[in-house]
């Protein structure tokens, strides 16, 4: 994977913006640990940074944002502090649903959500139902998110649309795949911001970033505020996207 690491910012171009922002939020539990902290006080801050980050999308002009949370591979972590992510997701929900109401978010979860706790995947639910309408910005947030699960699932369902006669073979395409991923109703995402300085994908939309630009900066994620995403708009700007073809 090819990244590149920006530390200037410049101007952003606002007819220039990304559609689709994606963020990979890493760095929580280092931020902790610099400051001889518990590792739930970074995803505290964490949660605030992202927040802070929501709102200036909206502020700027940018239709979505995806924000990876916790992934499948996530539950390896101790489980005291899985049992915290848990509730902090939950509460955060109960907190914020009426300030997401009132800034016309529309937030929505991918990943598979059936093993998380019965009570959080009644707020999340709750939450999609009450903001579904709302158009101010898009707000996906992956919650025990895989992209090589997401992908085995979209197989599975177009192979049993296939064994029911409602698909043919020769008509699976690229869109159709696009279709059975958790992120149908996005577009895929224009950039893509890794926090933490770490230069890998850690299994988030394999499939949607094919032709995304990636922005890594070595700042922790709880640092990550307006100045930095102005940076990464700044970098995407100056990129020269030519989807593989030649001008």
């Known amino acids: 994977m090819t990244a590149q690491l920006i530390t200037k910012s410049t101007q952003v ?16 539990g280092r931020w902790a640990k610099q400051r001889g902290l518990p590792r739930i006080e970074g995803h505290r801050r964490g949660a605030n940074a992202l927040k802070e980050i929501l709102r200036y999308c909206k502020d700027l002009g940018i239709k979505t944002l995806t924000a990876y949370a916790f992934s499948t591979e996530n539950w390896g972590r101790p489980t005291g502090e899985v049992s915290f992510l848990m509730s902090l997701f939950e509460r955060l929900l109960q907190k914020e649903l009426k300030e997401m109401e009132a800034e016309e978010v529309c937030i929505n979860f991918i990943g598979d959500l059936t093993p998380l706790p019965p009570s959080l995947q009644q707020e999340m639910h709750h939450s999609m139902e009450r903001t579904k309408h709302n158009q101010g ?11 090589r699960h997401e ?11 296939v064994q029911q006669g409602e698909l043919s073979t020769d008509s699976i395409n690229d869109q159709t795949i696009s279709q059975h991923l958790y992120t149908s109703a996005s577009p895929d995402p224009d950039l893509l911001i890794r926090t933490s300085g770490e230069m890998r994908l850690s299994n988030f939309m394999l499939w ?23 940076r990464a708009i700044v970098a995407f700007q100056q990129r020269d996207r030519r989807f593989g073809k030649v001008k």
């Open 13 to 28: 171009n606002q007819a220039k913006l990304p559609n689709h922002v994606a963020v990979i939020m890493d760095g929580n």
């Open 151 to 161: 992908m085995i699932h979209a197989c599975k369902a177009i192979a049993q649309k």
């Open 137 to 147: 910005v898009f707000f996906n947030v992956a919650i025990n998110y895989g992209s």
């Open 208 to 230: 949607q970033l094919a032709y995304t630009e990636i922005y890594v900066t070595e700042t922790l994620w709880p640092d990550f505020d307006n100045d930095q995403l102005d």
